[in-house]
């Protein structure tokens, strides 16, 4: 037998390109912190995790996405910045006015009918969109005998918006949405201000409860009325996607309401278990279990 080595028994460093070795770097660092920390980001869309990823790498001065994934693996509250990083925060109060402004005029009247309102917020971030439900609700005389859950990955924005205080410098953005999405009393009404904040009265968040929920592995809690995941199942691949569609179905109570995003569809098998209640403004409403 032949001692010898051919020179294809090497491996060839040149075969392996750039882009294959990010994507193997990439796997391991989510693997990783997957393995140790449980956040399960396996299934999100590799272009937006990508821009994130370089994102802090410029920030920490780090040479390559190994050198990322060994701070996670050797520094315990490392892991605080890539979740925060990861999370998905590009919200705001009453934002896609119309949606807030059907969900008054369609939704409403059914939810009117129920002794008490179950509403889930998924991907809830720091909480804009949740106060304005329950802004909304109060204006309808409903938040009395509604629960509103609010949900997110990240503990660190769930601390955020339980403070319920958001940059005074962004209410004047969040006040044209409200009087465009049917807001009937005057917006300041509902907060006090400092020098650089609006603080939202205590009775709007009595009824809201903050929690960290991860859609990728954490089950279903409750069963609702309503649930609202907009704009985050976009940064989901197709199987993520399915499997919190399942989640979604299994916690929405018979003839309750799905509210995704304005960018966002209900391509799923569960589809025709679904109604399109209000196709343009992405309201579903179940109709078989």
Known sequence: MSSEWNEEDFINEDAITQDELERIEINLLLEGIYSIYGFDFRSYLRSSLRRRIYHRMNLEGLPTITSLLEKVLHEPNFIDNLLNDFSIKVTEMFRDPSFFASFRKDVIPHLRELPEIRIWHAGCATGEEVYSMAILLEEEELLNKAKIYATDMNELVIESAKQGKFPLKRMQTFTKNYLRAGGTKEFSSYYTTNYEHALFHPHIKENIMF?????????SFNEFHVILCRNVLIYFNSELQNHVHHLFFES??????????????LLTPLKNKYEDFNAPERIFRKVSS
Do not use: I
């Open 252 to 265: 929405l109570a018979l003839n309750g309401f799905l509210a995704l995003g304005n960018m966002e569809s």
């Open 211 to 219: 929690a960290q929920h991860n859609l990728a592995t954490d089950r």
